[in-house]
């Protein structure tokens, strides 16, 4: 790559999180930023587009700016379809989308806004990154993961990412020097126990907040939440193939 | 199966939509049904659920009704994480969604709120069966595909399916003796070239319409969009799995 590389910043907890502020930071060290984020949090929104309401586009950085922000009235997928078709005059060298506040190991690489604005962008053919750590609280450090991002962005960045392929990295709450480096893993096969909150309103109708528990009976040392249980940052690669096609086969015995 | 099934039906398109009436209409004539739907359209939703908002359950059949329906504020997934833990009281045998107003075939299977839904079931570990017919119109004719729905469902509910995989089913928009029958096959890989409508509001603010275009470069005979242009069925097992199992000796090589 001869010029500095064009990325592009999305998340879904929205423009103003300092997980974006941070992710942001560190690509500002690297190359050309564009950032197009939610104006609110989008958290839980999974692969979600917008298409039964218009969409909104604010340029929210000043002119003389060095980097281009803009928040977006839609889903984080949205947000990559908005920079790449509305914003950017060229396709972005990389799409970076973080760091999440919570982490998106294991199955929620499926209800991750995070995630699937970097499986949008890895659908246009942009490599693409989604960064989570392991802290829901806004006032999460994310200084530990500063060394780490950088390193594996440029690793990206000169290797590309194998086809039809994004990342998944996911962070340990923990400070750098605890941190014993990347581990390339797979999605622990776990899920959630839903439980929903019911409650009554002032004027006596019932509703609920859903909540849950985190199970995760898969033991495998070769798991994202094995690595981050034991001090590993997670890397997952991620595909928008969903095809099982090792079942297949097994259909095609039967008699339809 | 000594009795009859239980049956979970629910779809994207809302409770309302005459697809999800035609397929409880078919599920009525295999098993007990519940449905929880949206109760509204909630089309492009993907795999969304609602962390930040309350949740409301309307219970809508009359109480000598021989189903039980209940229609939800919520996503797809909401609606599935609501059935199988506030309204029934065991897990449902199977989970059916649809029959969507539009096709979910290729790429569009991560987009689909028809199909996020299923996906769900199978993450809860109960088989599941999303259904589209190749028609967005209201007033699409589901009646062709009424007896292929019953044939697929008996067939899952006889022979389970493989772990960890829901199944994607695609309608052509023909005649029941002009479809050829169901094909298995693999997610074409293919996607949409996003356009942006621009306008302007009566205020002199711009604002947009997400539109696009669908671009299928892969001519495989083995895919689902060939099936359907082919008069068949499309049949895609979909893995909940997102792990490129194929990418991780690819990323060990590198020095991270």
Redesign the interface.
């Known amino acids: 790559m001869q010029s500095r590389p064009l990325i592009l910043v999305t998340n879904d907890d929205g423009i103003t999180a300092p997980g974006i502020r941070t992710l942001i930071a560190v690509m500002q060290e690297i190359g050309e930023v564009c950032v197009v984020a939610p104006d609110r ?1 989008q ?10 309401d ?4 604010q340029r929210v950085s000043a002119t003389e700016s060095p980097i281009l922000e803009y928040s977006c009235s ?2 984080p ?2 947000c990559v ?2 920079a ?3 914003v950017l005059k060229r396709k972005p060298d990389l799409c970076v989308s973080g760091i999440n506040h919570g982490s998106n190991s294991s ?1 929620n ?3 991750s806004g995070t995630m ?1 604005a970097a ?1 949008e962008a890895g ?2 053919g942009i490599p693409a990154i989604g960064f989570s750590l392991q802290d829901f609280s806004w006032g999460a450090n994310f200084e530990p993961t500063k060394s780490f991002v950088k ?2 962005v440029l ?1 990206v960045l000169d ?1 590309g ?2 086809q ?2 994004v990342l998944n990295v996911n962070f340990p709450k923990l400070t750098e020097n605890e941190i014993k ?2 581990r ?1 893993c ?2 622990a ?1 776990a ?1 959630w126990q ?3 909150d ?1 409650r009554t309103t002032p004027f006596g ?6 909540t849950g528990e985190f199970i995760n009976p898969d033991k495998g040392e070769d798991t994202d939440e094995w690595a981050l249980a034991n001090g590993y940052i997670s ?14 086969p ?3 015995r ?3």
């Open positions: 949090p958290s839980g929104m999974g692969h979600a587009i917008t298409v039964n218009t969409l909104h586009l839609g889903t997928v949205d379809k908005m790449v078709h509305e199955i690489v499926i209800y699937s499986v659908i246009e390193k594996i690793e290797k990412l194998p039809g392929t480096g990347f390339i797979r999605q096969n899920y839903e439980k929903f019911k109708k019932e509703y609920y907040w859903l890397v997952v690669p991620v595909q928008f193939d969903m095809t099982a096609h090792h079942a297949i097994v259909l095609n039967w008699e339809l």
